[in-house]
């Protein structure tokens, strides 16, 4: 008899389970209010992580709002922002250590933040100016930084799931006490990379944490209609994995169960799945308009349990910020990150050889001579491309 029944239950009547069968508990420690709830049991903070926290936090609204009106302009091709889901992804990533590796989806750019990401090295990107880390290939928030150990994002939807098992699991072998952490949203949870990853994480024991952003929507496609089962979370236990759910809009809540998480998947060497509830407030990007599939009751329902708010009021009832302190924060990030784009969006981009460099340790014939027709192709028709100029 196999290890999955052998200790089993047996019953001599017709039983069957369905998606209730389970019950999963949501942790919850901080109120709308900002004051916590009876009992709650808190993380590990103190006013200078708060601060960083917070800072993280203000700064991505503002970059929101600046990049999102830069791209209603036509100064920039596309953005997506990270509005209403800054507590799931600010709070995971304050619980890691700097060596453990980050796999996102697309709207963490908190995370790369929160880590050290400059100013100016997210305008480089978003402008793919000679500037950017990624040398102009790819489009805007499709960030990367080896430096900080954020692994470049990729357009297609949850490859960077199996790959997070192989990046955990490559700590293990290598005997490091570090792990991987990968973000992906509930429709991202609909791929097949998804269950292959997580199964290859649970057979493995890669100490990998699975983070999904349960945000309501894959893109226009509410969770009603992506799948009947209870959430993503309720797959965790299919698989062999520790498991929880989270208020994804509680910075304390996510915190505390990603510090644990970490703590279990290093000392375990095994995989965790977290579900963070919560809500995205803005459009899935900005090619995409909610008013279309989401009403504006609803936006406005989630908009009372705003992240950053919640955290905000926790924080001026410990004491640790005035609504001067936070006023000022605001101001100097619309100041700096305006400056930054004056400078980024004059840059040039970057020449065109550096298109097949990288790739392979050494160009290839194959790329040199798609590299060669690229060039002739240019100079044939100069009226098409008036503004490359040797570049990308």
């Known amino acids: 008899m196999s290890n999955a029944t052998s200790d089993n239950e047996t019953v001599h009547r017709v039983s069957f389970l369905d998606r209730d069968s389970i019950n999963i508990p949501i942790l919850k420690i901080l109120q709308a209010d900002g004051t916590v709830y009876d009992n709650a049991v808190l993380p590990a903070i103190d006013e200078a992580l708060a601060h960083r926290i917070y800072d993280t936090c203000v700064f991505t609204r503002v970059l929101d709002e600046r990049m999102l009106s830069a791209q209603r302009q036509g100064r920039i091709s596309f953005y997506m922002t990270c509005t209403g889901e ?44 000679e500037k950017d880390l990624g040398k102009g290939r790819q489009m805007p928030i499709h960030y990367g930084s080896a430096e900080l150990n954020y692994q470049t994002i990729s357009s297609p939807l949850a490859t960077q799931i199996p790959q997070a098992t192989g990046v ?17 949203g509930e429709g991202a949870a609909s791929e097949g990379d998804f269950h292959a990853g997580l199964n290859m994480a649970a057979v493995l024991k890669s100490p990998t944490i699975f983070f999904c952003r349960n945000n309501g929507y894959a893109i226009s496609t509410p969770t009603s209609e992506q799948f009947c089962g209870n959430g993503i979370a309720s797959r965790g236990p299919g698989y062999g994995i520790h498991t929880i759910r989270v208020d994804g809009n509680d910075m304390l809540a996510v915190l505390a169960a ?124 100069p009226d098409s491309y008036p503004n490359s100029k040797g570049r990308l």
């Not at 060596?99 to 978003?126: C, K």
Request: include cysteine; charge should be neutral; hydrophobic fraction near 35%.
């Open 258 to 381: 990603t510090q644990q998480a970490r703590a279990y998947a290093v000392e375990n060497h095994s995989p965790v799945l977290i579900e963070a509830m919560t809500y995205r407030l803005g459009a899935h990007s900005s090619s995409d308009d909610p008013s279309s599939y989401r009403s504006k009751d609803e936006e406005a329902k989630w908009q009372q349990h705003d992240p950053v708010k919640r955290f905000k009021l926790w924080m001026f009832n410990k004491g640790w910020l005035t609504e001067k302190q936070d006023a000022e924060m605001y101001d100097k990030y619309r100041k700096e990150i305006l400056a930054e784009l004056k400078v980024a969006e004059k840059l040039p981009m970057s020449m065109l050889d550096t298109i097949i460099e990288d790739v392979y340790d050494t160009p290839t014939p194959r790329l040199k001579q798609q590299l060669t027709d690229l060039k002739q192709h240019l100079k044939k028709y």
């Open 168 to 184: 955990g699991y490559s700590f293990k072998m290598q005997g490091k006490r570090n792990i991987a952490i990968c973000y992906f």
């Open 86 to 129: 800054e507590a799931s992804i600010i709070g995971s990533t304050a619980s890691l250590d700097d060596g453990d590796v980050i796999l996102a989806q697309y709207r963490e750019h908190a995370a790369i933040r929160y880590r050290g990401f400059t100013t100016e090295q997210f305008m480089n990107q978003l402008f793919s100016n």
